[in-house]
């Protein structure tokens, strides 16, 4: 299961910020003036686990009338969460299971469990995961896991009121994301794009699809993520033969002392 985030058709409510923090009993962080956007929660973290991003460009949307004389000029709003990766490397490094892959293909946080090590926040490609300050231990979004399992909706995904957050089966999720582009660029905006859509990308697809329209950067998203636990293999193959190869030097050098 997962979400398709049609970026073009949210208003920036905020609305499953709200949502998110009230179903899930997340704290409070901060509702603090940035002074750089009317965007006040800035980030994901361990107290944000749903972010409406706020874009201001000098360009117009598409065919439409910008209602701004001649100025073109438009508002590019999206709302991030964690991405649910395929190969998420928050999973791998964590010492305690505290973080685990749910029937639904999602990764959830056991806070009971977490011991507040950190491990997995450098660990994520995107800077979704965070640790609370009170407790130390990580959070970030279930996709409202006791919400499916009574065959609920998340409760973003409920609450948006156009339809940008849905929710369903990750391959018709992709399904109609394709279809929705092609109408986004029969209008005009051919910079749109697909995002996490892709199986064979560096995080082998996402549990998150985003229609974005524009370059990933310009919402604060890495343009080619990459699973920064897909060399460990190989690390430790090399490390395994670096210390193969010392205890043979170990055993000749003391076998020649004893000669």
């Not at 905020?14 to 980030?43: I, R």
């Not at 508002?75 to 190969?87: E, F, G, N, P, Q």
């Not at 920064?228 to 395994?240: E, F, I, K, N």
């Amino acid at each position: 299961m997962g979400f398709f985030t049609d970026t073009s058709i949210c208003i920036g409510c905020k609305a499953c910020e709200v949502a998110c923090k009230e179903w899930n009993a997340v704290p409070e962080d901060g509702l603090s003036f940035t002074g750089m956007s009317y965007d006040n929660s800035v980030g994901l973290g361990a107290d944000t686990w749903r972010h409406v991003a706020f874009v201001e460009q000098r360009k117009p949307l598409g065919h439409q009338e910008t209602g701004a004389r001649d100025l073109d000029f438009r508002w590019l709003m999206a709302s991030d969460v964690c991405k649910h990766c395929t190969h998420a490397a928050c999973l791998d490094v964590c010492p305690t299971g505290s973080l685990f892959r749910t029937e639904y293909g999602t990764v959830v946080v056991q806070e009971d469990i977490c011991n507040g090590c950190g491990y997995c926040v450098p660990a994520c490609p995107f800077g979704v995961i965070g640790r609370r300050e009170a407790s130390g231990t990580a959070a970030k979004c279930t996709m409202c896991y006791d919400r499916l399992e009574v065959g609920q909706e998340p409760a973003c995904a409920k609450t948006c009121p156009t339809d940008s957050i849905q929710f369903g089966e990750l391959d018709e999720l992709r399904e109609r994301a394709a279809r929705r582009l092609e109408q986004v660029h029969a209008a005009g905006t051919s910079s749109a794009r697909l995002y996490g859509h892709d199986p064979a990308d560096g995080v082998g697809g996402t549990g998150a699809l985003f229609l974005l329209l524009d370059e990933p950067q310009v919402y604060g998203l890495p343009p080619d993520p990459v699973v920064t636990t897909a060399d460990l293999p190989s690390m430790w193959r090399h490390a395994g033969a670096a210390a193969l190869a010392l205890l043979a030097g170990i055993a000749v050098a003391a076998w020649r002392r004893g000669r």
